[in-house]
């Protein structure tokens, strides 16, 4: 149980484009999903996190006209990037937080691979 | 701010062998502590996790101690095999309820863990 999906697995696309990621809890429901952002040989940094149904909340330094996320159902989350730029490459991984459940743990997708040229 | 430090890698060790990951903190209050593990091509998955000083955290031979008069919990193997080869990842959680950071992990760098037959 408690598997979260990440689509696509990797994406290169042309500067100046958009591109979105999925993100879905398969098996649960989630009220809230994070996004975050992992460079190479360094740590994950959250970008944001998203409750359903209502504005997501930013980290300081995230732009959030440039990663747009949208939470629109219990299972489903997507972050877009737009006018994407080299410097957007990144590996950016999702996690998931069971509806109704007190532990507050997150279950991990298995991270979606970036590349702008 | 919070944060956590763990110590670099990669590390790679024969099979059998005794392992340590270090791992120490700064935050505020009483946060929770939390060893992640990522196999190849997998998403983040709760190895273990402790609540509150001296409390051990123990999973697949995997054991952690959160000492607060150090700061520190430390992953410990007593004999690795070559399925633990993964990047570990240490965190916390802010224990305060309320507001948009409950909830919010902060993570590690990653130790790259190599074992070879």
């Known amino acids: 149980g408690a598997v979260v999906s990440q689509h696509p697995s990797r994406v290169i696309c042309k500067s100046g484009t958009s591109v979105k990621i999925e993100c879905r809890s398969l098996d649960f429901q989630a009220t809230t999903m994070f996004w975050y952002r992992q460079f190479p040989k360094q740590s994950l940094m959250l970008m944001a996190t998203s409750n359903e149904g209502s504005k997501a909340t930013y980290e300081q330094g995230v732009e959030k006209d440039k990663f747009l996320i949208n939470h629109a159902s219990l299972t489903l989350s997507t972050l877009t990037v737009t006018s994407a730029h080299p410097e957007d490459s990144s590996f950016y991984i999702c996690?998931?937080?069971?509806?109704?459940?007190?532990?507050?743990?997150?279950?991990f997708g298995p991270g979606t691979r970036l590349t702008v040229t | 701010g919070d944060s956590v430090t763990q110590m670099e890698g990669p590390v790679t060790l024969s099979e059998e062998a005794f392992l340590t990951i270090n791992c120490t903190y700064t935050a505020t209050g009483y946060p929770s502590l939390f060893w992640y593990v990522q196999y190849p091509g997998e998403g983040l998955q709760l190895l273990l996790k402790?609540?509150?000083?001296?409390d051990k955290g123990s999973n697949k031979g995997f054991e952690a101690t959160y000492r607060k008069e150090t700061t520190s919990f430390h992953l410990e193997k007593g004999s690795v095999q070559v399925s633990d080869s993964a990047v570990y990842f240490c965190a916390l959680r802010r224990s305060n309820a309320g507001g948009t950071s409950y909830g919010k992990l902060t993570f590690g760098q990653g130790t790259i863990l190599t074992v070879h037959p």
């Open positions: 402790a609540t509150k000083a001296d």
């Open positions: 996690s998931a937080r069971e509806q109704g459940i007190s532990s507050y743990e997150q279950y």
